[in-house]
Structure formats: structure tokens, C-alpha cells
């Protein structure tokens, strides 16, 4: 997968970032650099803390190293596993991240959306695959997954006529970069009125 160096702070991969971003004027040429450090230590071999890792980078670890590791961790391609943190392989994480196991898109995952919440789940899901860097097909293809395996497609209350369909006509929820919390937040509510 293509893993595109995103701003740690607002994670826009162009040079527009969100207002008040810290790391706005920051050269890109120096994020990279972080991400690359990082990435080609981590590549190599896990590490028990975050003091091993700051050593193996070359150079001095910088105020950037430790923003770009944060973003790596919140977006789950490094986790603490078995006491380690470590790189998770491109296949490893594709699967990690289709199954989101926090709230509130745990719940929408696992028990589906009802009428009344489709938009806001399925717009959720899909904002929070591009959030994490899957591709469009791998994102289409996860959400299309979860509206037959959740039941969600079973409960009705769509016009298109298959879940590809569906999912085709939000594409630009992933290519808008939209935010997933606040949508993901509102079809929770819904849920758990229903279910
Ligand atoms: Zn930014």
C-alpha cells in the first residue's frame, strides 16, 4: 500500500493545513525525513520502549520525531504488541483498521447500522478508511463487506440496488477527507435506540 507522510498534527498531505495547526510552516522535506527515520528503525526490528527507538534513529531525535511517531500510533501502523512497539506489516494492518474496535465505530461496526443512521454510518466508516490510508478500492470494498456481514443491507432502507452501488455513490465522503467522528458519533446514538 502506498503510505502518503501525512502532516502529524492535522494529517493533510498537501501544504493546506487545518487552522491552528502547529505544523503549519513546517518543510515537508523535514516531515518526511521524520517518517522515514522512523519507519526504516521500526522496519528493521520492534522495540521495547520509545528510549530504544529514539537512539536508533540517526541523527538527534527532534520535537517532529516524537509528533510523527504519535500520529503513527493513533493511526495504528505502529502498535504496542507483546510489550514491543512495533511496524505492523501492510497486510496486518489492512486487516487491523477494517475492524475498528473503538467507540464509536465499534459499535456500528459490529452491531450494523439501522434506517435512520445509514448515511451517517456508512459515510462514517468510509471517512475513517481514508482517515488511515486505505486506498479507495480497499475502502469501497470493506464498507461493502460490512453492509452484507452486519446485516445492515438486511434491514433495508436504501435506493440503489446492491451495497457496490451504494457505497459507489460516497465517494467524495472518502475523497473530501471528511472527518469521521462527528457522523460517526450520530449514528451511534441512533443505534443504540434501536438495537
Ligand atoms: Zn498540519
Known amino acids: 500500500m502506498r503510505l502518503r507522510y501525512r502532516c502529524p498534527g492535522c494529517r493533510t498531505t498537501s501544504n493546506l493545513h487545518d487552522p491552528g495547526c502547529d505544523f503549519e510552516g513546517v518543510d515537508r522535506v523535514d516531515v518526511e525525513r521524520a517518517y522515514t527515520d ?4 521500526l522496519s528493521v526490528r520492534p522495540f521495547e520502549d520509545e528510549a530504544g527507538l529514539r537512539e536508533a534513529v540517526p541523527g538527534r531525535w527532534s520535537g517532529l520525531h516524537a509528533a510523527v511517531l504519535s500520529r503513527l500510533r493513533a493511526d495504528q501502523r505502529v502498535v ?7 511496524l505492523l506489516e501492510p497486510e496486518a494492518f489492512k486487516e487491523r483498521v477494517a475492524r475498528p474496535t473503538f467507540e464509536p465505530l465499534q459499535t456500528i461496526y459490529e ?3 439501522v434506517p435512520g443512521a445509514h448515511d451517517h454510518s456508512v459515510f462514517a466508516l468510509l471517512a475513517f ?3 488511515v490510508g486505505l486506498s479507495w478500492e ?3 470494498e470493506n464498507t461493502v463487506e460490512w ?3 452486519s446485516g445492515t443491507w438486511d434491514r433495508g432502507g436504501f435506493e440503489e440496488s446492491t451495497p457496490a452501488e451504494l457505497v459507489d455513490t ?6 473530501e477527507g471528511y ?4 457522523a460517526a458519533t450520530e449514528a451511534k446514538a441512533v443505534i443504540d435506540r434501536r438495537l
Do not use: I, T
Open 138 to 140: 480497499e475502502a469501497h
Open 111 to 113: 452491531k450494523g447500522s
Open 129 to 131: 478508511y481514508e482517515m
Open 80 to 86: 504496542r504488541e507483546n510489550g514491543e512497539l512495533r
Open 179 to 182: 472527518g469521521w467522528k462527528q
Open 38 to 41: 522512523l519507519l526504516a528503525a
Open 170 to 175: 460516497k465517494r467524495h465522503v472518502y475523497e
Open 147 to 149: 453492509l452484507r456481514s
